[in-house]
């Protein structure tokens, strides 16, 4: 199966016509971000922009500088009420338990085969993570690409009864494609495993997969009937988020982002290294407080939790983009 | 410093004259290779690129399909008498060795400082990393691109005595060109240090940081005066050769390459892993038997042994590149 034919086209569909929309309204000077509601964040976001691609001017930024940085989780999709990559793990879990009944001797191996997740959270970081291996790990990346498209074209949102990847917010879409429509080269930098994002990231972003940043499992080469074989070993050796995200960003894409784009305290140090470079910088974090739309969240939430970012916003120079405020709209459909 | 404006725009202008004669020929119908003799090797070549690229053809790829990867040392660039890593790695030691007495008392630190390739050769895989480590650890990605870009500006090549940029071959910059012409992405996967080949990567290839593959030090996050730090610590985490390059393209590229360029054993698994692919598949091998106006070896050297590869490429259908036979000329000058 063909993980690209294979997912659904809509957020593709979403992301060409906004890119479209960015170009032509880039070209005829009308508004590249029609999602946005007219005020400080966007207008920050578009006086940035013009101010680095404005060749003689006092912050002009080169193409090759033009280096912007998304969080995936909260920033570019839905991350309530669980990260999309733990619905799809404990979904694998109970798929694949009972071929392994050793699960049940383990207490976090069980809960999550169980779906229970206030016994999968007393097992703690080491618990979740040796769960993340149990249910993901043992393949290749080309064979966990599959099974991750394969479960993305078929799972659905609780709330929304839709495919996750309906689930990107149309808002940081036409962001994505007026700051490529303006020489920037864009790239996920997510706490999520790599080749999870990777499944969906050139459909629903057009963001291929050598420019998604994640965090990775230990990947094991060697050879099985004369072919070299690489297996995605059930632990992880680097977590992308928090302080490993300017370590990721370093490592994958070589030179510091001028943009940053973020919603939670996992985002902090990708949004402070990118704004502490020298010349214009731009750093944003999507606020959910759209209870109605979407989630409303910051301080008190499992799953992407807002707290020191939006204390040190102001003095950092961050902008704050309220979901309920400075989006018209949320999702494309 | 600008690392960027501190290279030699040499490199860079026969890229870019490259660029421009394989968009201007592919366009016209003429020869986008003009510095490879017409033969087998160029036929096979083009044969792939005009298979992968005729939309409705049977081995079409879809531009995203078109990953190819190169090796740098030999491949793209000499890589003779030494890898100029390691001539960097000699110099800074030289010059480091007088505020590091200590160094005297280490047999490996000691012989590099001296400059005895023969000693340092003693000491083995675990000495060579140490001293790489010693030279070269211990600063930030940025400052260590400076220091390799400032080297890069002055040093030079034993024989031609030309800046080692000035020692790229044409006839691969016309590949790069050629390949990028007909919507490829193209990556370096070096063996070299990664930060070493982003210095000039761009510049001499056209090849921005986030599209080179190397060996890594360990990168440590901290924070210093309430900014963020990130330091190259002095041991290697990846080595990107031999088994390690499918490891690096699937962590960094996530995608199995089409076509792969290399010149030594230590591109084998490489060349393997893009070649065992289904579809249309192209290797090639950059064999060095031109003494005259470059360098003769193959079986019996310390730098880029070509062995293994050269008895499996004509089984495993991969060219085999003569550098005397099938280059015109070597080098843009």
Redesign the interface.
């Known amino acids: 199966m063909d993980i ?1 034919t294979s997912l659904t086209r809509r957020g593709l569909s979403g992301l060409l016509l906004a890119t479209l929309a960015a170009r032509a309204h880039a070209q005829a000077g009308a508004d590249p971000l029609p999602s946005w509601r007219d005020g400080p964040r966007k207008q920050a976001l578009l006086d940035f922009v013009a101010a680095v691609t404005t060749e003689g001017g006092p912050r002009f930024a080169p193409p ?1 500088d033009r280096i912007a940085t998304f969080d995936n989780d909260g920033t570019l999709w839905v991350e309530h009420p669980m990260y999309t990559q733990l619905a799809f793990i404990l979904d694998r879990m109970k798929a694949l338990a009972p071929r392994n009944p050793e699960w049940q001797q383990d207490p976090a191996l069980r809960a999550a085969a169980a779906g229970d997740l206030q016994a999968l959270a007393g097992a703690g970081m080491a618990g979740l993570l040796k769960v993340a291996g149990a249910a993901q790990a043992g393949n290749t ?2 064979q966990f690409q599959e099974i991750a498209a394969a479960w993305l074209a078929s799972a659905r949102h609780p709330r929304w009864n839709r495919p996750y990847t309906d689930l990107v917010y149309q808002p940081m879409l036409e962001v994505l494609a007026f700051l490529a429509a303006r020489g920037f ?1 864009t ?1 996920i930098v997510s706490g999520g495993g ?2 999870f994002v ?1 499944a969906f990231s ?1 459909k629903s972003y057009g963001i ?5 940043v994640g965090t ?1 499992f230990a ?1 094991k ?1 060697g050879e099985a009937d004369g ?2 074989t ?1 297996t995605r070993e059930p632990h992880v050796d680097f977590i992308d988020d928090g ?2 995200k ?2 990721g960003i ?7 982002p001028i943009a940053a784009f973020g919603n939670s305290d996992g985002d902090f ?1 990708m949004l ?2 990118t704004t ?1 470079g020298a010349g214009a910088r731009f750093g944003m974090i999507v606020h959910h407080d759209d209870a109605e739309r979407e989630y409303a969240y910051d301080r008190h939430t499992n799953f992407g939790r807002l707290d020191k970012a939006l204390d040190e916003a102001p003095r950092r120079g961050w902008q704050v983009a309220s979901m309920k405020n400075d989006w018209t709209r949320v999702f494309a459909w």
Chains 1, 2 share one sequence.
């Open positions: 690209r090759a990346p080309e080269t790239f790599v080749e990777r050139e291929p997969p050598n420019r998604v990775t990947l080469p072919r070299i690489l302080p490993g300017p370590v370093a490592r994958f894409i070589g030179r510091r140090q402070q290294y502490e």
